[in-house]
């Protein structure tokens, strides 16, 4: 499963894992993948610090990549968070107070902060998280919301450091390419989180062509080497997972509850809602998507109104596993995601998979088996 640019990051396939946790990470780059760990999550400089720290020890010499949120245009200057709240209007924060004394949803205990923050897509957290990254031998860093500033490209380059960014239209990736990018994410409509109008089996071979010769991953519904094999088909040199590897045994959700919900969705039993961050993001159907997306509501706020909004609701949903409204981002991939594994159990599977897929081809072509 090697492409040019896997071979160019060292890595023996090319298998682009995507997630917020360490442990994750790590085992996927073990496996012979390129595991990029998300940092929006770390709004304390020292706790990004620690956590590359321990990914320096545990992914044997082998190439890891960081995943940041930042916007491509620099945010006013002068604006902190508490500016940002401020422009929270008194009804949406009474239909989130009602929404969970409708569902009874304890307070945190005195003195315990939101453990979700959305802070981490504010610019200048981004920064921070870059000024600990470059002291690190990261390969990649990829940005989940379009282009990084330009002056952000330059810094990584100057490190030696591969930068990739999320695209979801042809226009977009062209966007990218022109602003200096060297790989171009072309993620579909099928994926986990923040995701376009354009389906993967579409969009993927719009975006090979339209910033050819730069590298394209593919991203969206895959969970399977044939799948896999699939996007190489289509024009990419390798592909970007994220929402498979919520359900290994390595993740750290932290809620048995969550996990749960995710081995028993279907593929149908996703949505793509405003209620976490304010701009269209997949993730699991539940109560309170759905309260969200009800035209009777007030509707969410935009970016990042919304995720200030809900951060401490949804940390008290997680806390207590309140089940109707518990939920992840999360691909449509999720209908395959019935079983705990360990992240080289899924990594055995789709090497095999893919080899089926080729061997399946190879037969239809009247090619010769390959030994």
Aim: hydrophobic share 45%; glycine share 12%; proline share 6%.
């Amino acid at each position: 499963m090697e492409t040019e640019l896997s071979r160019k990051l060292g890595v023996e396939h090319a298998i682009f894992g995507f997630t917020p946790f360490p442990a994750v990470a790590a085992a996927i780059t073990r496996a012979g993948g390129f595991g990029v760990l998300g940092a929006v999550r770390y709004t304390a400089p020292d706790d990004l610090k620690r956590d590359l720290d321990w990914m320096q020890v545990h992914t044997d010499g082998k190439p890891y990549g960081l995943d940041v949120v930042m916007p491509a245009k620099k945010a006013v200057d002068g604006i902190s968070e508490a500016d940002i709240e401020a422009m929270i209007p008194p009804g949406h924060r009474d239909f989130v107070r009602d929404k969970l004394a409708e569902h009874r949803v304890p307070e945190l205990p005195e003195g315990e902060a939101s453990g979700w923050r959305i802070t981490g897509w504010m610019e200048q957290v981004a920064r921070n998280q870059l000024d600990v990254a470059f002291d690190y031998p990261i390969k990649l860093l990829a940005n989940a919301l379009g282009s990084p500033p330009a002056d952000v490209i330059a810094r990584a380059h100057d490190h030696g450091i591969l930068v990739a960014a999320l695209a979801g239209s042809a226009k977009h990736a062209r966007r990218h390419a022109e602003a200096g990018i060297d790989v171009v994410v072309a993620q579909g409509y099928e994926a986990g989180g923040h995701t376009g109008d354009i389906a993967t089996m579409v969009l993927v071979p719009e975006i090979a062509e339209a910033v050819a010769p730069l590298p394209v991953l593919a991203a969206g519904g895959i969970g399977s080497g044939e799948q896999i094999a699939a996007g190489l088909a289509l024009g990419a040199q390798g592909v970007w997972l994220g929402s498979l590897w919520l359900t290994t045994t390595e993740a750290e959700l932290h809620s048995r509850a969550l996990t749960e919900k995710l081995l028993a969705a279907g593929s149908g039993d996703t949505v793509r809602s405003r209620a976490l961050t304010g701009k269209p993001a997949r993730q699991l159907r539940t109560e309170w998507t759905d309260a969200w997306d009800d035209p009777a509501g007030p509707g969410a706020l935009p970016m990042p109104l919304q995720g200030l909004l809900v951060a401490e609701a949804v940390s008290r949903i997680q806390k207590y596993e309140v089940g109707p409204l518990l939920g992840t981002p999360v691909g449509q991939i999720v209908g395959r995601m019935n079983e705990e594994r360990a992240v080289q159990d899924v990594f055995d599977e789709l090497t095999r998979g893919f080899e089926r897929a080729i061997d399946r081809v190879n037969r239809i072509a009247g090619r010769p088996r390959e030994v």
